[in-house]
């Protein structure tokens, strides 16, 4: 594991040293920063296969910072199979981005490699974390680093407090806790920490305490419901390989690891548990309705992303963490094809991000449009693909519990919600009538090498992740106790209704049914009209207390202005889906009796 | 490590220079040789910097007292740091003077090197009744530099008000507790045992005195006025050290049961100056107002931390005076250049705001961390509340000073702009360096026997 950290701290220092002779952008030396990050991905690689194969935990130490007799912080790189896992996925994406950037970026591109590579870093610096300090150190960099990339682009310096802002609260949840575990502990390492509360029966209350600041860091790093301003901001103004590093595997879903380093504090509390199921399935639902109501595809993918990561909190809620690991390893590798899809598309229409203004591109785009095809449906847990055996663990581990009826139909209708959006943007883009200007349409292909084979890759690890990672996990013992994965699963029917259903419903809601759509309407406009009066007050409160912008409004005023998809492919792609679905249970069914 | 008589001798010979140079300035022609006038200062603050920090590099770790007749010296730890900081600010503000100030050169030179041989005094001396004596001096020396350089007031009255009420309560102080108890050695009285209305009448004045003179809420007025930048440094940097060390050298050792009876009502107090100059420090603008706030912002922590009765707390407080005064320092200089505006010297001047910003692995963050964990142990609500205030309360008190610099025009690089940010920038990280190194020990202790292990 130190060479990982290793290799991604010479690819950083590399793209450094170009950057400052502005090389990167020179024919000769383009190349030199994407082939440094590969053989890190090469090397992570390597070893995550060794680790499968021989699962260790080993610790090295760099150094100790001694503030004072019993405040020792120990900075080093700790090497088990989470680490090694998440940092493999880092890497992968990492150069994923690099190569993309090639393509996607023609200005500037320096900036945009170095502040990637930044951010993987400081990622696998912050997996290869043994201690709290350490933690925090790699979370604050993090936030210094899309600062700065925000504040690159001149049109959005004004927001640059918006996004810095609300981590500092976030801070205040976090040394406070980190305080209260060092006099109570003595100790920030996640093991003592781990080891200590187990055996501590007596201190239920400190640890509740302790539970609930972590989850208000937590909650603004993860952008939950009420803190997901800064993320939709920052993302709004930055690139797409930019946008497919934070959103897939660093800044998003850190939160995710450091709710299971500390597992064994939040077990202790019912309270806390049932509090994060709560706030995770309200924001699955909310940001999959946010994304279906939204009409820029950039915000659409923070909206998902914010969406799943209300997932990963349920499971994490229901102490599955094995669940919320193959989520985020299989989330990682399909919002980053989704998100390398959309900047395909932006790239093509020179920039257009808004739906209204994009449509009829399926003959004019046809690999991009297989390619979105593919990478909505290795999202919308169809058979096969990765999220299946995702959702094939959590389910599991959701129904298995006594609290299965809180948290399953918020997962279901997130799930369908999922395929709504993503199927909605499908049409929106590809379907219909072409709403672009003419100079944009002469100019458009996709013909861009590094983009396009870069997508095929993700698409590679999109398809085959879930399962690569469902087989080792659940291949040998050991690393099923690690990631703590139960023999549960949840039954492949179960799984298939939830897609159908998605499918379905995408299909009619863009469908051009006109009395539905008008019933919908009718009885949509009282609530909306509430929504956009009652919400405006609320709103407005909330805005300045939880940073939510206007959210009931947006909700109103968009509902009020549905515009209901007459999609012309509606019904093929609808055959399409079902015969794919009944195919895929068929091959399933084959194979059990096999 | 160097022998005790030779430790003696630094320390006394880093007292006496800068006196000897103001010495040799009163004989230098003012109107031919205003260089000569200025380098002289220049060479003898570096001088004092480089033999401070010699003492603080091979120094000892025990505490050397020297006792003579009428002049003793206390050398431990916490003097050295002082002394460290103080002789590194006044080398700035030598640097920084060289070009900014043009009249009174003379007058200027000879009031900061009196200013800085009695802060280098102030912070080893061992008779209450010369530190009484050496606050007035700097206290006067002060004046008259605000007096003759400020650029909106020729005469600061209020500052006079402020200041002076302040040396008259600590020589109150000081004459109440040699009348009660006939000795003069600091170290002797923290040893003498006298009943709890005595300690808690020299407590007050004491108190009173150094809270003046530190400029917190209320009595802040005499900070917030616009000075030169070298005249603003030592306001900040260096005179905002004398009320915290007082406070540990001279008010607990000595008040040790009126500390533990009101420790938590005077922390109480001052987390309200926390929070006033935090939020105010956004409302400003005038970036010297703005860190003027920031400053006083962090003395009000260290203040906290000092009334926490942890040694956690008093030791983050020693190292939140310390790196707030070099930081104010470093942000004034780099920001009195233009530097702060400079793309290619950014990631240099980056690092003083992200210190004021409690960035782990800088040295604030240590200090505010310690202090942290000292309330939240002492006072659960009250710690929460004091990190809840200060963390996005100094981010927006340092995003207002971004955009406050961000109104100047860009500046072309010289050779000589790399001696105003490099200095400050390294001292900075060494101070970060040596806050974890084994130089901890001997504050721990030293710590320990004034808190009496509390």
Avoid at chain 1, 159 to 169: D, L, R, T, V, Y
Avoid at chain 2, 286 to 301: E, G, K, W
Wanted: hydrophobic share 50%.
């Amino acid at each position: 594991m130190e060479y990982v950290v290793l290799s991604q701290l010479i690819t950083l220092v590399l793209g450094n040293i170009l950057q400052q002779h502005n090389f990167i952008e020179s024919e000769k030396y383009k190349y030199y920063v994407p082939l440094s990050s590969f053989i890190t991905a090469v090397v992570s690689i390597v070893f995550f296969i060794l680790q499968i194969r021989n699962p260790s935990v080993g610790y090295h130490n760099l150094c100790d910072l001694c503030l004072a007799k019993n405040i020792t912080f120990s900075f080093g790189v700790l090497s088990d199979s989470l680490s090694i896992t998440i940092s493999c996925v880092v890497s992968i994406i990492a150069t994923l981005s690099n190569f993309y950037s090639i393509g996607y970026i023609k200005k500037n591109t320096n900036t945009f490699l170095v502040y990637i590579n930044a951010l993987s870093f400081v990622m696998v610096i912050f997996v290869a974390a043994k201690s709290l300090l350490q933690s925090y150190v790699a979370l604050e960099s993090m936030v210094i680093i899309i600062y700065l990339m925000t504040r690159s682009d001149k049109k959005s310096e004004s927001i640059g407090s918006a996004i810095a802002f609300p981590h500092k609260w976030a801070n205040v949840g976090f040394i406070v806790s980190m305080i209260v575990i060092m006099y109570t502990f003595q100790s920030v390492d996640f093991d003592d920490i781990n080891k200590f509360s187990m055996q501590n029966d007596e201190q239920l209350d400190v640890l509740e305490f302790i539970s609930i600041f972590m989850l208000l860091a937590i909650f603004v790093k993860t952008a939950q419901f009420g803190f997901s301003g800064w993320l939709t901001k920052s993302m709004a103004s930055s690139s797409i390989p930019f946008a497919a590093v934070v959103l897939s595997s660093t800044v998003a879903p850190c939160g995710i690891l450091l709710l299971i380093r500390l597992q064994t504090i939040f077990e202790c509390s019912e309270f806390v548990q049932n509090i994060m199921i709560i706030v995770g399935s309200f924001s699955a639902v909310f940001f999959a309705t946010r994304a279906m109501l939204c009409f820029n595809v950039n915000q659409i993918l923070v909206y998902s992303t914010c969406s799943q990561i209300g997932l990963m909190i349920i499971a994490c809620g229901f102490s599955a963490y094995g669940a919320a690991i193959i989520l985020f390893v299989t989330h990682a590798f399909s919002k980053a094809l989704l998100a390398f899809v959309i900047g395909s598309v932006i790239h093509a229409l020179s920039g257009e991000q808004n739906l209204h203004n994009m449509g009829g591109l399926f003959e004019l785009l046809p690999k991009t449009y297989a390619l979105f095809i593919s990478a909505t449906a290795s999202i919308i847990c169809l058979p096969l693909m990765s999220s299946y055996y995702a959702y094939k663990v959590f389910l599991g581990e959701i129904l298995n519990s006594e609290m299965y009826l809180v948290a399953l139909p918020p997962i279901i209708a997130t799930s369908i919600l999922t395929a709504t959006y993503l199927f909605r943007m499908i049409y929106k883009i590809f379907h219909g009538e072409k709403n672009l200007d003419e100079t944009i349409l002469a100019y458009m292909n996709e013909d861009n090498a590094y983009m396009n084979r870069v997508s095929y890759i993700a698409l590679f690890f999109a398809i085959f992740s879930g399962v690569i990672f469902y087989y080792a996990a659940y291949a040998d013992e050991v690393w099923r106790d690690i990631f703590a994965f139960s023999k549960s699963r949840c039954h492949p029917g179960i799984l298939l209704f939830i897609s159908t259903l998605g499918i379905v419903f995408a299909t009619i809601v863009c469908k051009s049914v006109k009395p539905i759509a008008i019933q919908w309407l009718h009885h949509g406009r009282f609530i909306s009209k509430w929504l956009h009066y009652g919400g405006n007050f609320i709103s407005k409160w909330l805005h300045h207390m939880c940073f939510i912008s206007a959210t009931c409004t947006n909700i109103g005023i968009k509902l009020n202005k549905v515009h209901i998809f007459t999609g012309k492919h509606s019904v093929v792609i609808g055959s399409v889906c079902i015969v794919l679905i009944v195919f895929s249970y068929l091959a399933i069914r084959i194979t059990n009796l096999l | 490590m160097i022998d005790n008589i030779f430790s003696y001798s630094a320390s006394l010979f880093v007292i006496l220079i800068p006196l000897i140079s103001a010495l040799c300035i009163i004989k230098i022609d003012e109107k031919n040789l205003q260089l000569n006038i200025k380098l002289v200062s220049i060479w003898s603050s570096g001088f004092v910097f480089a033999l401070t920090t010699g003492l603080l590099l091979f120094f000892d770790d025990h505490e050397a007292i020297y006792y003579y007749e009428y002049f003793s010296l206390n050398i431990n730890r916490i003097s050295i740091y002082f002394m460290e900081v103080t002789a590194f600010i006044t080398l700035m503000c030598t640097i920084i003077a060289k070009n900014e100030i043009d009249h009174d050169v003379k007058k200027f030179n000879i009031m900061v090197m009196v200013l800085e041989s009695s802060m280098l005094m102030l912070f080893s001396i061992t008779n209450i009744l010369l530190y009484s004596c050496l606050l007035e001096i700097i206290v006067l020396a002060a004046y008259f530099l605000v007096g003759f350089f400020s650029t909106k007031r020729k005469y600061p009255s209020k500052d006079l008000i402020i200041l002076f009420s302040g040396v008259i309560f600590v020589i109150l102080g000081t004459v109440y507790i040699i009348s009660v108890t006939g000795v003069r050695e600091i170290y002797v009285l923290s040893k003498y045992s006298l009943s709890f209305n005595q300690e808690l009448i020299f407590f007050v004045m004491f108190f009173m005195g150094l809270y003046c003179i530190s400029g917190l809420f209320p009595l802040h007025l005499w900070t917030a006025d616009s000075y030169p930048t070298s005249v603003f440094i030592l306001l900040l940097g260096a005179i905002s050290l004398i009320g915290g060390f007082g406070m540990i050298n001279i008010l607990i050792p000595i008040a040790k049961n009126v500390y533990l009876q009101v420790h938590d009502y005077i922390s109480h107090i001052v987390l309200i100056s926390v929070i006033y100059f935090t939020l105010s420090a956004s409302a400003q603008r005038d970036y010297q107002r703005i860190l003027a706030h920031i400053s006083t912002a962090n003395i009000s922590v260290s203040l906290m931390g000092l009334f926490s009765c942890h040694a956690e707390g008093i030791v983050g407080a020693i190292y939140n005076m310390m790196t707030n005064s070099v930081t104010i320092t470093s942000l004034l200089v780099i920001n009195d250049k233009g530097l702060l505006c400079s793309p290619s010297l950014a990631k240099i001047s980056i690092i003083p705001l992200l210190t004021i910003l409690s960035m782990p692995l800088l040295p604030l963050f240590y200090g505010e961390f310690l202090i942290i964990y000292s309330m939240l142990r002492e006072n659960l609500v009250f710690g929460i509340l004091l990190c809840a205030i200060l963390m996005p309360g100094m981010f927006f008190a340092v995003k207002t000073f971004c955009e406050q610099c961000n109104i100047g025009i860009e500046k072309k690089i010289s050779g000589y702009d790399f001696f105003y940010l490099i200095p400050p920038v390294v001292f900075i990280v060494a101070l970060g360096i040596s806050v974890t190194c084994c130089s901890t020990n001997a504050l721990w202790k030293y710590v320990s026997r004034i808190t009496g292990g509390a």
